[in-house]
C-alpha cells in the first residue's frame, strides 16, 4: 500500500465530515486512511488544543503544591499531637 498525501483542503474536509457525525470507521474506509490519522488530524485541527495542554500542566503543577501543603499540614498536626501527648505523660509524673 503506497502512502498518500492530502492536501489541506482535503483534511479540513475530512476533519468536517467527523465533527458532522459521521463515523471514524466510515470516513477511514471512504478515504483509506486510518482512523488513527484522522484523530490526529481532529486534534491537530482544534484551535484550543495547545490551550488545554497548557491549562493541563498548570493544573498538574498546582495539584502537586496543593499535595504538599497537605502532606506539610498533616505532618504539623502529627507532630503537635505527639508533643501534646509528651507533655501531658510528663505532668503525671
Given at each position: 500500500m503506497?502512502r498518500?498525501?492530502?492536501?489541506d483542503?482535503?483534511?479540513e474536509h475530512?476533519?468536517?465530515?467527523y465533527?458532522?457525525?459521521?463515523s471514524a470507521?466510515?470516513i477511514s474506509?471512504?478515504?483509506?486512511i486510518h482512523?488513527?490519522?484522522?484523530?490526529?488530524?481532529v486534534s491537530?485541527?482544534?484551535?484550543?488544543h495547545?490551550?488545554?495542554?497548557?491549562r493541563m500542566?498548570?493544573l498538574n503543577a498546582?495539584?502537586e503544591?496543593l499535595k504538599?501543603?497537605?502532606?506539610e499540614?498533616?505532618?504539623?498536626?502529627?507532630?503537635?499531637?505527639?508533643?501534646?501527648?509528651?507533655?501531658?505523660?510528663g505532668q503525671?509524673?
Amino acid at each position: 500500500m503506497t502512502r498518500q498525501r492530502h492536501s489541506d483542503s482535503e483534511i479540513e474536509h475530512i476533519v468536517g465530515q467527523y465533527k458532522a457525525g459521521t463515523s471514524a470507521t466510515e470516513i477511514s474506509r471512504t478515504y483509506g486512511i486510518h482512523k488513527t490519522t484522522l484523530y490526529n488530524w481532529v486534534s491537530k485541527a482544534d484551535p484550543t488544543h495547545a490551550t488545554r495542554q497548557d491549562r493541563m500542566t498548570a493544573l498538574n503543577a498546582e495539584n502537586e503544591r496543593l499535595k504538599l501543603m497537605l502532606a506539610e499540614t498533616v505532618l504539623a498536626m502529627i507532630l503537635e499531637r505527639a508533643d501534646i501527648r509528651a507533655d501531658k505523660a510528663g505532668q503525671t509524673d
